[in-house]
């Protein structure tokens, strides 16, 4: 698989969008490219922020104004039930 070729999968990757073979593919020329695994990890992050970004907007309104006791439980829940998650959803195939 080329570069070119596999840019056009790219989006479908990260998204488990790919028929098993297209997935082979992609993971081989995974393995031979640093740029293309850059580019992978580079999706995840961004799909995870959007992530965080539309659960942070679903912020109750009565929550809002004891934001910052909100955010500690948060913080600590993330880290004790979702820090291994995230180092999972960022590793490379």
Known sequence: MTCKEQVALSSDYPDGQLSFREK?????????????????????????????RATLSAIPEDAKPDLDSFAERLVAKLRKDLLPLVAVFLETD
């Open 24 to 52: 082979l593919r992609v993971r081989h020329h995974l393995m031979l490219c640093p740029i293309r695994r850059r580019l992978i990890r580079q999706m995840r992050l961004m799909r995870l922020m959007r992530l965080m």
